[in-house]
């Protein structure tokens, strides 16, 4: 069962703990995170659309998120027996199997600890009573600290490179003392992190360059890119 929020969730809050049945048994949050990353992504209903496309390609992409060490965990507000129907839709339209657990979370209970309800509000319902869930996408570290919250409209599919390649930038950061420019993709130069000083710059990256007093462009070793 979920926890009741306490209060709203931000960058650097521990991701709420939960237990809940899933395609793959019951879980408990942070035993199934263990030392792993995880995107943990939210959907409004089964049987729908857009959530369908989302799915099939989160499938497809996961040996790219394992190869991260990142594990996947989908969430729908419905039941475990519905979502075992739609994942054989999701197969049949994409090609792809759906490794990962989603969530049953038909009463709204983990939506609604994860704000993934519009104005976190369960009794805010459509003309069938269903709670307006949203396209919500949180990235966890293996702290359980959530790095990256992303809020989607029900009407707009996400963008899974996106998250992928957010994945990258977070993981590429925390080893390397750097951070990354816009439109940043591994193998892109990074930035040099504010708080490193120009003469541990010279030792940590030997091909630095100046562009600002504050903005400092390098190039990583190939051995230290994120796996593409």
Request: with cysteine; charged share 25%; hydrophobic share 35%.
């Amino acid at each position: 069962m979920a926890e009741q929020r306490a209060a709203p969730l931000r960058l650097g809050t521990v991701a709420p703990n939960f237990q809940s049945e899933t395609t793959k048994g019951p879980i408990d949050l942070h035993e199934y995170i263990g030392d792993k990353w995880l995107v943990f992504f939210s959907h409004p209903e089964d049987y729908t659309p857009v959530c369908t496309t989302e799915l099939g390609e989160m499938a497809r992409l996961e040996p790219d998120f394992a190869k991260r060490g990142v594990k996947l965990l989908g969430l729908s507000a419905n039941t475990v027996e519905s979502h075992e129907g739609w994942a054989s839709d999701i197969k049949e339209i994409s090609g792809n199997t759906l490794n990962f657990p989603i969530v049953a979370d038909k009463e709204r209970k983990v939506a609604y600890l994860y704000d993934m309800l519009d104005y976190q509000d369960t009794t805010n319902v459509d003309e069938k009573g269903i709670a307006f869930t949203i396209r919500s996408v949180f990235i966890i570290d293996p702290r359980k600290t959530i790095r990256t919250i992303l809020s989607y409209p029900a009407s707009t599919g996400r963008n899974a490179n996106e998250i992928l390649r957010i994945v990258d930038s977070l993981q590429t950061g925390d080893k390397h003392k750097v951070t990354t420019p816009v439109n940043w993709v591994p193998g892109d130069d990074v930035i040099v992190h504010p708080s490193v000083k120009n003469e541990q710059a010279k030792e940590l990256f030997p091909d630095f360059r100046i562009v600002k007093p504050y903005l400092r462009f390098t190039p990583l070793p190939k051995d230290k890119i994120t796996p593409a």
